[in-house]
């Protein structure tokens, strides 16, 4: 492994350090950029389906037999999981590793509900003949959605907690044995930039400094759990990041990536984090919401995130709807 290869590629240099992931339901760009993974959320998969080119496979999903006797809820329910998983076969086709559905976050407060929809989601998969090690099944990290992701990996379905805005709820996500998180970035430099009004380097940025931390954590504890740096605003939050286990990448930072020279160094190794002084942090249910209540930033991006998320999976349903009554 070369520390700098200047001939090549930010991104091709990247991928020598970090598993590089495409953040996106345009098949066209997770082509382009071939990348190990593939993570989908409701906004994405929103904005692709609103896009000519991919109205036969929501077509096709909303077609399929057993909807006959489904209306309300039950039916928007069951559309909604049909064009989850169809595109994430679609992007399966398109990466040799995994993708990431993610379960509706008008559940994230809802342990049961998380976990039978997840079932939901799984057995739809594993019909299409694709084996459950190749999914993880996205959650917002609340406490909830933490013991729900807790239950699913006893039964080997493996999870990827999103809307990760603090270290109390990575340490959760650890003790409660998840396969994956995804600390979000951009997000919390979002909230810094406008609380305080202040510019920020990449190696000042706050994004990138709760993702080092988590990461250092994790590594001195001995945490198996994978690391997704999400939610970038630029290339250089993504470069500081570089050795952290994943980072998952729009297609426009992929794209500038791709086209950029210079040299790339590997920021995060776990030599490092072994040096370093990093006391433990009690994640009991008690000390995790009093700790995101003494958080405002984290607080305040996880709900603002569900939110967002829950108004665009209204908006996806109901195209859904629309296409299936006109069907």
Known sequence: MHENIDMDTLLTQLKQYTTVVADTSDFT??????????TTNPSLILNAAREPEYRPILEEAVAGSGLDLLTGEALAGELMDRVIVAFGLEILKRVPGRVSSEVDAR??????????????IISLYEKAGVDRERILIKIAATWEGIQAAKLLEKEGIHCNLTLL????????????????????VGRILDWYTKSTGESYTAQTDPGVLSVRSIYHFYKKHGYPVQIMGASFRN?????????CDLLTISPALLGELAS???????ELTPTISATMD?????????????L????AMATEKTAEGIRR??????????LLLDIHANA
Do not use: W
């Not at 290339?235 to 050795?243: D, F, K, Q, S």
């Open 107 to 120: 559940l994230s407060f809802d342990t049961a509900g998380t976990v039978a929809k997840a079932h939901d």
């Open 235 to 243: 290339t250089g939050e993504i470069l500081a990041l570089a050795g």
């Open 29 to 38: 760009q997770i082509a382009r950029y071939t990348p190990q993974d593939a």
């Open 278 to 290: 990093i006391p433990r942090v009690p994640a009991d249910e008690k000390n995790f919401r009093f």
């Open 292 to 295: 995101m209540n003494e958080d």
């Open 260 to 266: 950029g020279q210079g040299a790339v160094h590997c």
């Open 165 to 184: 805005f603090s270290l109390v709820q990575a340490v959760a996500c650890a003790e409660a044995g998840v396969r994956l998180i995804s600390p979000f």
């Open 309 to 318: 998320f829950s108004a665009d999976i209204r908006k996806l349903e109901q």
